[in-house]
């Protein structure tokens, strides 16, 4: 039984930068992939940013440039340094986690995790 706990979120101003953790405890399969998705209120879950366990990466348009997924397999934690944050990346960022490969063109609809964190919420002010 895997659990993913997030931390790193809270209160910026636009163009500032935060870094989010996640912590993932129990048995991570080497297959595993692991991402982030956001919910805002009032809008449909977006994912963002997925690595596999080889560094391969992909990231919803949204966030290119901006954000950087990456992992320290060591500690069996996922980060997403976010960097030029703007008010419309305001929302509620999950952890989660797809046990068998990155099917991606499903996480870019807000789906494809077989796990998921219970979220950090992330606000950004003008």
């Known amino acids: 039984h895997v659990r993913l706990v997030e931390s790193g979120g809270g209160s910026v101003q636009a163009g500032g930068s935060l870094r989010l953790s996640c912590a993932a405890s129990?048995?991570?399969?080497?297959?595993?992939?692991m991402g982030w998705f956001r919910q805002a209120p009032g809008k449909e879950r977006e994912g963002l940013a997925v690595?596999?366990?080889?560094?391969?990466?992909s990231y919803v348009d949204s966030v290119k440039g901006r954000f950087t997924i990456s992992q320290d397999k060591a500690k069996n934690t996922l980060y997403l340094q976010m960097n030029y944050l703007k008010p419309g990346d305001t929302a509620t960022y999950y952890c989660a986690a797809e046990k068998f490969g990155c099917s991606w063109y499903l996480w870019e609809q807000g789906d494809g995790a077989d796990v998921w964190g219970k979220g950090t919420l992330v606000t950004i002010s003008d």
């Open positions: 690595i596999d366990s080889d560094g391969w990466t």
């Open positions: 129990g048995y991570i399969y080497s297959s595993y992939c």
